[in-house]
Structures are given as structure tokens and as C-alpha cells.
């Protein structure tokens, strides 16, 4: 009974990220297009989180500002042109691979490859056996067997 409980409040807690009702478009065809545009646009003011997941009041504008525009009889397109016209590319939470974002999209594969690359190495010089050492000069082995000699 106790995992139904927790499977139900996991299954409608996505009822939470949606619009206000104050927000809400009448039409549900748009209010769909505008559900899938919020999904895709970053709450600049919260951490990786989409305007249809912030309850931060930025986000709020930003989800009225989109279905103004959707109202307004704009396209898909034309509405996220329009917003990151004015919030840069940083608005969108999959950024364009561009000369300006490259590091973003480039930074976890060369993190990666270089942490195998370390682990790699690192796991290699660990298993090589201990380097040989020189051949004792005669004096040497003297010098060794007059101490073990000594001890026993």
C-alpha cells in the first residue's frame, strides 16, 4: 500500500509543473503547442530547470509571454525566435552547436575522454612490475655478504 501511495504522488507531481490557471489558453491545441515550448525553454533565473518546472516569477512571464505570442497567431519558431531574440541562447536548455557554444556541448565528451585517458594510465603504470635494478659491483656483493654473514 505504502509503494502505491509514493507511485501515485510521483505519477501526479508533473500535475505541479504545469501552467496557472491563470495562464491557461482556452484552445487545448494551443495550449499544447505552448506546454511543449515551456518544456524547452530555461528559467534563467533557476538552475537547469524549464519555465513549465519554475515557479519563480520570471518563468511565469515567460509562459504568459509564450502564449501571448501563440495567441497572437505566431508559429512554434517564431515564438522561440522571439525569445531568444531576447535572451540569448542561453534561454533555450539545448543551446545550438555554434561557435559561441561549443565548449558547452564539447566540455563533457573531452572530460570524459580525458578521465579515461587518466584512468587509462594511471591503471597501466600501476601494474608494470618493479624496475630491475643494476648488477652489484663486486665491492658491492662484498660489502652485502660481509653483512649477512655478520647477522648470521
Known sequence: MRLFSILAAFLFSAAA??????????????????????????????????????????????RILVRERIAMGESD???????????????????????????????????????AAGAFFFLRGSKKPAAASAPLSEDDEDAVNRILDERG
Open 17 to 62: 509543473f504545469a501552467a496557472e490557471p491563470d495562464e491557461l489558453l482556452d484552445d487545448p491545441a494551443l495550449e499544447a503547442r505552448a506546454e511543449k515550448i515551456d518544456a524547452h525553454l530555461r528559467c534563467v533565473v533557476c538552475q537547469s530547470q524549464s519555465i513549465a518546472e519554475s515557479n519563480a516569477p520570471l518563468a511565469k512571464d515567460l
Open 77 to 115: 519558431e517564431e515564438v522561440m525566435d522571439y525569445i531568444v531574440e531576447r535572451y540569448g541562447d542561453y534561454v533555450l536548455l539545448k543551446p545550438p552547436v555554434q561557435g559561441n557554444t561549443l565548449f558547452l556541448w564539447g566540455f563533457p565528451a573531452a572530460a570524459l575522454l580525458l578521465g
